[in-house]
């Protein structure tokens, strides 16, 4: 069986692609086999929806009369990037404000810019002659400013460690809070509904894949950053950290439904972003792929009480369990706690679903394949 | 039939040396089991799960009131805001008295506050500050 994106376009049009989640595919492989599903199924939609810190957004603020060269910014009192030309800024997810109390970042920024809501700018510069004010303070919107895309170096992570603690004391981790003793675990990845999962070597997704972003329609950039090929696999599907996606997409469009700053006690802010993307069924091997679940995917259980790049392993789990509750490894009966919602990520497989079966998003083919070997290089 | 059910119990400074739980047990035949308590020289509250029949916990009440001490239904003293509540289901395992649970149909965290024990245990665990406690201790 093979089928080309053209084919899959053409009925996307005709309104006749079959088109079911990563989640729904696993119950008709399992029914009618490989061969059959491949041939039924044109597309199979993934998702996600989990802190993902390494995300921001890039916005031109536009020029006051007389203009401004901002060097010094500040959006709701979270310091934005000013660094570059005079109006552009970045606002990162995991700088956090400078009001005491905290519980607020650049997340909160963002997912307050794409709710609509005021946001209040104070900036300063050098004054230049040709830049020749100093400073300003007043407020903006997304309406009201130039252009606002979300960019972010490193997202939907191709699964991730678990994360428990040995101590005797609780632990604030960014894989929230670990009792002492074992006494729970956290995890991370939405599974058999990952994008990088269902595509575990990145046949289909690539440079240009259109995506769901945020609620609305987003591109794979580049190969986000910490692009990793050399994690362990079982039956070809990594169980810890690897491939991630730079994704870039515009800020209006998006939904706060889906992008939602968070505060993540003891560590800092960051920003919950839905990923979807949908993986066209070119192949046999490639509905092979998608039917994977949650007890085929395993990850490593990690002792973050540990304070070393490399932590002790625990054991190996597979997400079916993890999300049972309550695990038993090493002995230690743990229970469990997800920090993405799986609940959301089968909203976003499913918005996507419904997105191409109505024709309101076709597919793109990739302008170049992500690389095909990534290895992760020490600070020392 | 035993059924079992959680109060607070106020404690003022003249009647914080009260014994409960010895009086419940033997005049009331309740099987009581102090949750959380926070009481000093001049009163406090304490969380109480008493077990026992409809009468007698009706009685054992009526008891505590006589001697001055205030006595509520324990219900709802944790809120969570819909609107902020994304379902990750970080406070799952947390929860002391599985007041959390995942439904593994709709993957909705779902919420028994007749469990909680207004520890707040799990506040700090929200990424979105969805938990409020109405009442600390």
Redesign the interface.
Known sequence: MKRTYDEINDKIKKRKAVVLTAEEVIELVKDKGVKKAAEEVDVVTTGTFGAMCSSGAFLNLGHSDPPIRMANISLNGVQAYGGIAAVDTYIGATQMTDRKGGGYGGGHVIEDLVAGKKIHLVASGPGTDCYTRKSIETTISLNSINDAYMYNPRNAYQNYTAATNSTDKTLQTYMGKLLPNFRNVTYSSSGQLSPLLNDPHLDTIGVGTRIFLGGGEGYVAWAGTQFNTKTPEIDGVPIGGARTLALIGNLRGMEREFVRGLDIFGYGTSLAVGVGVPIPILSENVMKRCAISDEEIFTQIFDYGVSSKTRPVIGKVNYADLRSGKIECDGHVMRTSSLSSYKYARKVSGKLKEWIESDKFTLTVPSIPLPKEGTLKELR | MMIEKKYTLKFSGSNLHESVSYVLVSKFNIIPNVLRAKIDGSGGRMILSMKGSEKDITDAIAHLTSVGIEVETMDNYVKRDENRC?????????CPTFAFE?N?E???IMLDTKKCVACGFCL??C???AITLKMTL
């Open positions: 994304i379902d990750c289901g970080s406070c799952l395992s947390l995942l593994t709709t993957y909705d700090s665990a990424p979105t500050h």
